[in-house]
């Protein structure tokens, strides 16, 4: 039975592995990178969603075919029976064995094992909110939607029952939602540098007070886009973690989301 995610934290950060844990031949997305991340200490798994043409969900990133397929068609345009047929290709561009895999199959595999933060959920609020709940597994996944009050009030119709945390650059609505019919939980902080408001303590203490947590991100998923002011995993892995992840820990960060779960964990451990 899984506990609301707020209960569990304040002694250290939960760990969220970005996609799994990939490399080499393991593409990330895949029933075996989230293996690996569970092996390697993660509490929550970022998998991303896209669907069919046909309608029917599966895990991986829209827009990436390209790189992790080696293809130029969009799984939006494909129907399911050819995207099943379809194989990653690894780190250097050669076909692996790996398949995509119905989002059914992945929330079967990670089922009562860790929390699951369902990505690109912004996208088919309706539909993803229906399947987690034929599922039963509301309380084991995170939700998120941007900042748009379109966003709130279809979350509020669809997906009230899940816990939900919202992306922003400018937390301007908190106290709106706190009171909205939602099982709102967090924010996750968006900032380009130590002087932004998020990036505050100030602000991360507030947000406590109000039995809200706050997600950060660690990941560079393009170097120019800034997440958390350069605290980030480049310079944690080449040694200088207490300028990384190390900041984002005494800065009280609830989550920090991640592509290198086992040098986060050891970290924290020896922290």
Known sequence: ?????????????????????????????????FE?????????????????????????????????????????????????????V?????PTQFGITRFEEIMEQLRGRCYINVDKFFLYIEELGKVIRDLKMQDQVIVKTYDSQQEFKTMEEYAADMPYIVITKNDTFTDDLVRRNLRYVGTEVLFSDDTHALAQKSYIDSTHDKNL??????????YRSVLAGGHNDDISVIGREDEGWGWLMDHGFD?????????LKLYMDKR
């Open 36 to 88: 690996i991340a569970l092996h390697q200490g993660a509490d929550i798994i970022e998998l991303d969603v896209t669907r069919s043409e046909d309608g029917k969900m599966f895990v991986f990133h829209p827009g990436m075919e390209p790189a992790h397929l080696y293809s130029p068609y969009s799984i939006k345009r494909l129907p399911a029976s050819e995207v099943e047929r379809l194989r990653y």
């Open 1 to 33: 039975m899984f506990h609301d995610v707020r209960d569990i934290l304040r002694s250290k950060p939960l760990i969220a592995a970005h996609r799994g844990v990939c490399g080499g031949n393991i593409p990330c997305n895949t029933q075996e990178s």
């Open 90 to 94: 690894n780190m250097d561009h050669t």
């Open 255 to 263: 989550i920090i989301q991640t592509d290198w779960t086992l040098p």
């Open 213 to 222: 947590l706050v997600w950060v991100n660690a990941i560079v998923y393009n």
